[in-house]
């Protein structure tokens, strides 16, 4: 799915989140909780005068966002989240692993893609929280570590110098290690496969 029709569904439906950070929110609250549907993650990003990248008491976000302003079936934006949203939940679930981060495509600037994966890591980090999960050290052993890794790689920056193809390897590498490791994240906290979302995992 193209990152910048997702930015401009986002855009369309008043919602002052990146498709990239939007995404990562979404997989995050997946991972936390085995599950989250469409309009918990809506509601989430739809909060009024509130940074969803910064808020220092994410529990009340999940209080707040008990419920959705958009009809997600009205418009074509609505519909085309909705599509990310059963793709991601999808991915995770098939065994396949074939998740993959909503990111800028490889025509973009390395700059511009090395600090939309740092967002996308940072979104994915709150979206345990939210869903959770603040305390890595109670996290089995490889999920503790790929966690604080991510951590890592949310501060991450490409800054002014030349772009060179040690530089390409390199981020090609970052996005390859959270993809494998974010999957791993939701299979080592949660059975993979399942028909139905447990409802003691649901989000809404």
């Known amino acids: 799915m193209e990152t910048a029709r997702v930015e401009d569904a986002l855009s369309h439906l008043g919602l002052m ?7 990562g929110l979404l997989c995050g609250l997946i991972c936390a909780r085995g599950y989250v549907d469409c309009d918990g993650w809506m509601a989430l990003m739809d909060e009024e005068n509130l940074d969803p990248l910064t808020s220092d008491d994410p529990q009340n976000l999940i209080a707040a966002g008990s419920s959705c302003r958009h009809d997600l079936n009205a ?3 609505g519909k085309l989240l909705q599509a990310l949203h059963r793709e991601t ?5 098939s065994g396949e692993c074939d998740f993959y981060p909503l990111l800028p495509d490889d025509e973009s600037p390395l700059a511009q893609r090395t600090e939309a994966l740092a967002e996308w890591c940072q ?3 709150f979206g345990l929280a939210v869903g959770g999960i603040k305390d890595f050290s109670a996290l089995p052993e490889q999920v503790g570590e ?4 991510l951590v890592e790689f949310s501060q991450a920056g490409h800054g002014d110098t030349e772009e060179t193809e040690q530089d390409e390897f390199a981020y090609v590498e970052l996005v390859e290690y959270v993809r494998i490791g974010v ?13 139905e979302p447990p409802e003691d995992k649901v989000l809404h």
């Open 17 to 23: 989140v990146s498709a990239t950070a939007g995404h």
């Open 75 to 77: 418009d074509e934006d």
């Open 89 to 93: 939940v999808r991915q995770f679930g």
């Open 123 to 125: 979104s994915f980090l």
């Open 146 to 149: 790929i966690s604080r890794d």
């Open 183 to 195: 999957q791993l994240i939701f299979e080592e906290l949660h059975s993979a496969g399942d028909d």
